[in-house]
C-alpha cells in the first residue's frame, strides 16, 4: 500500500526517475498557518545538510533543489481543511546511468522481487523503492510535526552509531575511509518524544509501539526497530526492567519520555564487484555506477521524525487536535 494512516492520512506517490514525487496529505485542520520554513529545512538536512563533508552523502541528493508545488488544500500559506496536494519534480535524474541494469538483478535490491510478483519493474534508480521518495514523506511529516509542536509535543532524532563507531568526531573519518574502498556502511538513529500525554494507542493491535515499527520500517533500508530498554531487556533482571517502561505500557502511552532505535542497512549500491543475476537466469559480475549513499542513516534522521509524527498525528485523540488559529 502507499498509504499511512486512518484519520490523518498521507498517500505517496512518484518514482526515483519519473516526472515528480509527491504526496497526499489529509485530515489536518482549517486555518493553520503552516511554516514553509520548517519543511524547507528538514528537506535540507533529507539532502545531508546536517553533514559538513559529503562523504557519505549521494551527488544527487545534494543537486535536487526539492522546491514543493502545492496543488491544492494551502491558500496564502494557510490550510483549507482539504486535502493538502504536492509534487517536488525529479530535476536531476540520470537516468542513463541505470541503462546497462535493464536486464539485470542488483544485489541488495528490489529488482527481482518487483520483477516477480509485478512481471514489471521501473529499472531507473529502483522506481518506488529508492530512497528519493522519503521527500515526499518529509513534507507530510513536517506539518504534522508543526502540530504536534503547537500541542507541545516534540520528536527529536539523533545519528548514534556508524558502523562500530559511536563518536560523532570519528563519523566523517569513517565515512571517507568507507566511501575510498568503494563501500558502504550501516547506522543507528535514536530517536525522542517528550510530551505525548497518557492514552495515546490501543490495546492488542492497535498498540502505540506496534504503529511505531510499522511506519518505521517502511522507510527504505530499515531493518530493525526496538523502543525503551530494547534488546538490551535481556541483561536485565525482573526487578530491573519492571522500574523502565519506555514511555508505553500495554501499547498504551503512559506520558513519559518515548525513546526507540532504528538500524539501517548498508547502501546496497557500491563501487566493488559483486556477483548477480540476469533476469535469464545467467550469472554476472557488476560495478555498480551512478551516485548512491555512503550512509543512507546520515539522510534518513528527518524521514524518521516525518513517519513518528505522522503515526502520533493519526493515533492521538481526535478532540485533542484544536490547533489555535491566528
Known amino acids: 500500500m502507499n498509504s499511512l494512516g486512518k484519520r490523518f492520512t498521507f498517500t505517496s506517490f512518484g518514482e526515483s526517475h519519473g516526472l515528480a514525487i509527491g504526496g497526499v496529505l489529509d485530515g489536518v485542520p482549517a486555518g493553520i498557518s503552516i511554516d514553509f520554513s520548517m519543511i524547507s529545512q528538514a528537506l535540507l538536512e533529507r539532502r545531508g545538510g546536517c553533514f559538513t563533508s559529503t562523504h557519505g552523502v549521494s551527488p544527487r541528493a545534494l543537486q535536487e533543489p526539492d522546491e514543493i508545488e502545492w496543488l491544492s488544500g494551502v491558500l496564502d500559506g494557510k490550510t483549507l481543511g482539504t486535502p493538502i496536494a504536492f509534487i517536488i519534480r525529479n530535476k536531476h535524474a540520470q537516468s542513463a546511468d541505470y541503462d546497462y541494469l535493464k536486464h539485470t538483478y542488483r544485489p541488495g535490491h528490489a529488482d ?8 514489471i519493474r521501473d529499472w531507473r534508480g529502483g522506481g518506488r523503492a529508492s530512497a528519493r521518495e522519503t521527500a515526499a514523506r518529509v513534507v507530510a511529516g513536517t506539518i504534522a510535526l ?3 509542536h503547537d500541542q507541545g509535543i516534540t520528536i527529536q532524532t539523533q545519528l548514534t552509531q556508524i558502523g562500530y563507531e559511536t563518536n560523532p568526531d570519528k563519523f566523517e573519518e ?14 543507528i538513529i535514536a530517536c525522542d518524544i517528550e510530551g505525548l500525554p497518557i492514552g495515546v494507542g490501543e490495546p492488542i493491535f492497535d498498540k502505540l509501539q506496534s504503529h511505531l515499527a510499522f511506519a518505521i520500517m517502511s522507510i527504505n533500508a530499515c531493518k530493525g526497530f526496538d523502543y525503551g530498554t530494547g534488546f538490551d531487556q535481556v541483561h536485565l533482571l525482573g526487578s530491573e526492567s519492571n522500574q523502565i ?20 542497512k548498508p547502501t546496497p549500491s557500491i563501487s ?6 540476469n533476469e535469464d537466469g545467467t550469472p554476472n559480475t557488476i560495478q555498480i555506477k551512478g551516485r548512491h549513499d555512503t550512509c543512507v ?6 524521514v524518521v521524525r516525518a513517519m513518528t509524527a505522522l503515526v502520533l498525528m493519526d493515533m492521538h485523540e481526535q478532540g485533542l487536535w484544536e490547533t489555535n488559529k491566528d
Open 112 to 119: 527481482f522481487t518487483y520483477q516477480a510478483k509485478y512481471g
Open 146 to 148: 508543526q502540530l504536534l
Open 174 to 187: 569513517l565515512l571517507a575511509r568507507t566511501k575510498a574502498n568503494g563501500e558502504s556502511i550501516g547506522g
Open 245 to 264: 517502561s519506555g514511555g508505553i505500557s500495554g501499547g498504551i502511552s503512559d506520558g513519559s519520555p518515548i525513546h526507540f532505535r532504528c538500524v539501517f
Open 272 to 277: 566493488k564487484a559483486q556477483s548477480c543475476l
Open 297 to 302: 542513516a546520515i539522510r534518513a534522521l528527518p
